[in-house]
């Protein structure tokens, strides 16, 4: 007997960055970090639990950006193998699983560039392997099991429109921790702040690198306290997160733009003066920050934001995506420039990938 199921789960962009935890092996952020559920960048898994024994087995296709080319499926590089392989196990002991699970994952954008290809992907293998093995997971659950794969972003990836994780709310004057009461294992789950339909705000992406980088974030959690702006940053997050979410409760654009283009500032700041430091930019990362800047000169209120990649998210209101878009596709290092905007989240799908 074997049962099959395939679901996808989007890509999210930090408003508020997850940087640093308190404890990595349990995925215990320094601090809680906001983010937009996106549309359009999302992983397909395709999940089939049989009664047969052996290993499992892991698939993926290793770069898309055609959805009609013909499906070709490989074994994936064994870093990313091994840390599926570990959530796989992961999940195994929590569900009491038994037999065999093959999987397949395809993503609709370049991996590890700064698209949060860990936070789609193992949201979408969570959801995937519960709903082959018959589990109903609330949202909740579904989340703090994203998160225990060692991607903190993947723990807001099963919510979508807007989302904070972990829920807990610092005040204004305390340093921000997380909440150990919410999840149980102490790094906590994402809740909604608000769904996609109360703000439709764009992402256009400019793509300037498209092969893996160099530090995973994974690393950069790591390096974080090395950092002497770490502690700074820390101080002032409290401020910075309450400005981020009543802007997005009040469609504020003029307070969220500045707040986080200088949040993803701060960002790469902590991570060049880490130790060792981290240089995510590429040239073509300052060309299109600078282009940014212009396209403000010119009247159009556009921010920048990065993740731990070189490639920057442009997130704009809708009238204004047209603008954007034919300001980014000018520019000569930008390989491609994709349009996205905030979503619903993740769903199933009877469109399995084998
Ligand atoms: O979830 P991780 O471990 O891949 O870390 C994500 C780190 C950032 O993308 C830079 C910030 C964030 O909150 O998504």
Redesign the pocket.
């Given at each position: 007997m074997s049962h099959k199921a395939t679901c996808t789960a989007p890509s999210?962009?930090?408003f508020?960055?997850?940087?640093g935890a308190r404890d990595l092996d349990r995925?215990v952020p320094e601090n809680p970090?906001i983010?937009m559920t996106l549309r359009s960048c999302v992983t397909r898994t395709t999940v089939e639990h049989s009664d047969e024994g052996g290993d499992d087995i892991v698939l993926w296709r290793p770069e898309s950006v055609d959805d009609d080319a013909p499906l070709v499926l490989e074994e994936p590089p064994p870093s990313f193998a091994e840390r599926v392989h570990r959530h796989l196990d992961h999940l195994r002991r929590r569900f009491g699983i038994e037999g065999r699970l093959r999987v397949a994952t395809a993503n609709s954008f370049p991996a590890a560039a700064?698209i949060?290809s860990?936070?789609s992907g193992f949201a979408a293998l969570t959801l995937a392997v519960s709903a082959a093995v018959g589990e109903r997971l609330d949202v909740a659950t579904a989340s703090t099991l994203a998160r225990e794969s060692?991607?903190?972003?993947?723990s807001?990836s099963v919510v979508g429109g807007y989302v904070q994780w972990p829920a807990a709310w610092p005040s204004d004057d305390a340093v921000p921790v997380a909440d150990e009461e919410q999840g149980g294992s102490g790094g906590g789950f994402a809740v909604q702040l608000a769904g996609a339909d109360h703000w439709d705000l764009r992402d256009v992406i400019a793509v300037v690198e498209t092969g893996a980088k160099e530090t995973?974030?994974?690393d950069?959690?790591r390096r974080a306290r090395t950092s002497p702006y770490f502690a700074e940053r820390l101080l002032r997050l409290p401020r910075r997160l309450n400005t981020v979410r009543k802007a997005i409760e009040t469609r504020d654009f003029s307070t969220l733009g500045p707040e986080i283009e200088s949040e993803a500032i701060d960002?790469h700041c902590m991570a060049m003066t880490s130790t060792p430091p981290i240089y995510y930019w590429r040239p073509g990362t300052l060309e299109v920050l600078a282009a940014v800047r212009s396209l403000r000169a010119d009247g159009v209120p556009a921010f920048s934001t990065l993740?731990?990649g070189a490639n920057v998210h442009v997130i704009c209101e809708p009238h204004h995506e047209e603008a954007v878009v034919a300001r980014l596709d000018a520019i000569d290092c930008v390989r491609r420039v994709l349009r996205d905007g905030v979503g619903p989240g993740p769903a199933a799908s009877g469109e399995h990938l084998f």
């Amino acid at each position: 007997m074997s049962h099959k199921a395939t679901c996808t789960a989007p890509s999210n962009i930090a408003f508020v960055k997850y940087w640093g935890a308190r404890d990595l092996d349990r995925v215990v952020p320094e601090n809680p970090s906001i983010s937009m559920t996106l549309r359009s960048c999302v992983t397909r898994t395709t999940v089939e639990h049989s009664d047969e024994g052996g290993d499992d087995i892991v698939l993926w296709r290793p770069e898309s950006v055609d959805d009609d080319a013909p499906l070709v499926l490989e074994e994936p590089p064994p870093s990313f193998a091994e840390r599926v392989h570990r959530h796989l196990d992961h999940l195994r002991r929590r569900f009491g699983i038994e037999g065999r699970l093959r999987v397949a994952t395809a993503n609709s954008f370049p991996a590890a560039a700064g698209i949060a290809s860990s936070a789609s992907g193992f949201a979408a293998l969570t959801l995937a392997v519960s709903a082959a093995v018959g589990e109903r997971l609330d949202v909740a659950t579904a989340s703090t099991l994203a998160r225990e794969s060692g991607s903190g972003s993947a723990s807001r990836s099963v919510v979508g429109g807007y989302v904070q994780w972990p829920a807990a709310w610092p005040s204004d004057d305390a340093v921000p921790v997380a909440d150990e009461e919410q999840g149980g294992s102490g790094g906590g789950f994402a809740v909604q702040l608000a769904g996609a339909d109360h703000w439709d705000l764009r992402d256009v992406i400019a793509v300037v690198e498209t092969g893996a980088k160099e530090t995973s974030s994974l690393d950069g959690h790591r390096r974080a306290r090395t950092s002497p702006y770490f502690a700074e940053r820390l101080l002032r997050l409290p401020r910075r997160l309450n400005t981020v979410r009543k802007a997005i409760e009040t469609r504020d654009f003029s307070t969220l733009g500045p707040e986080i283009e200088s949040e993803a500032i701060d960002l790469h700041c902590m991570a060049m003066t880490s130790t060792p430091p981290i240089y995510y930019w590429r040239p073509g990362t300052l060309e299109v920050l600078a282009a940014v800047r212009s396209l403000r000169a010119d009247g159009v209120p556009a921010f920048s934001t990065l993740d731990a990649g070189a490639n920057v998210h442009v997130i704009c209101e809708p009238h204004h995506e047209e603008a954007v878009v034919a300001r980014l596709d000018a520019i000569d290092c930008v390989r491609r420039v994709l349009r996205d905007g905030v979503g619903p989240g993740p769903a199933a799908s009877g469109e399995h990938l084998f």
